[in-house]
């Protein structure tokens, strides 16, 4: 089963910006299209950026397009997120998520394979 690892999270204030990673482990990346999700706590997942199997395809949400760029590297089993600008509406955990086919959808409930987690927190 893939293992999925997320880095990179942390304190920023608004307007910074920030690089979460995930590592892929026990199956190559390629495999698999990605993800982002991010959830605060009283809300469900929401959907953030995906990426396809081979990295080229790409889908964003709204509130994120244009300041986040989702990318994949498949010779080094990771998937990155760069965050630019953010905003205090950001701050979240931020979930790497993968899932067997190869639909980008923003229904977490399709997606197969979560990691734990990391904190972006942002402060004015």
């Known amino acids: 089963q893939v293992r999925l690892v997320e880095s990179g999270g942390g304190l920023v204030q608004t307007g910074g910006s920030l690089r979460l990673s995930c590592v892929v482990s026990?199956?190559?990346?390629?495999?698999?299209?990605m993800a982002w999700f991010r959830r605060v706590p009283g809300k469900g997942h929401e959907f953030v950026a995906a990426?396809?199997?081979?990295?080229?395809?790409?889908k964003y949400a709204d509130s994120v397009n244009g300041r986040f760029t989702i990318s994949k590297d498949n010779a080094k089993n990771t998937m990155y997120l760069q965050m630019t600008n953010l905003a205090l509406e950001d701050t979240a955990v931020y979930y790497c998520?993968?899932?067997?086919?190869?639909?980008?959808?923003?229904?977490?409930?399709?997606?197969?394979?979560w990691g734990q987690g990391t904190q972006v927190t942002v402060s004015s």
């Open positions: 998520t993968a899932r067997d086919g190869t639909l980008l959808t923003e229904n977490p409930q399709r997606w197969n394979y």
């Open positions: 990426n396809s199997r081979s990295g080229n395809t790409t």
């Open positions: 026990e199956r190559p990346s390629i495999n698999y299209a």
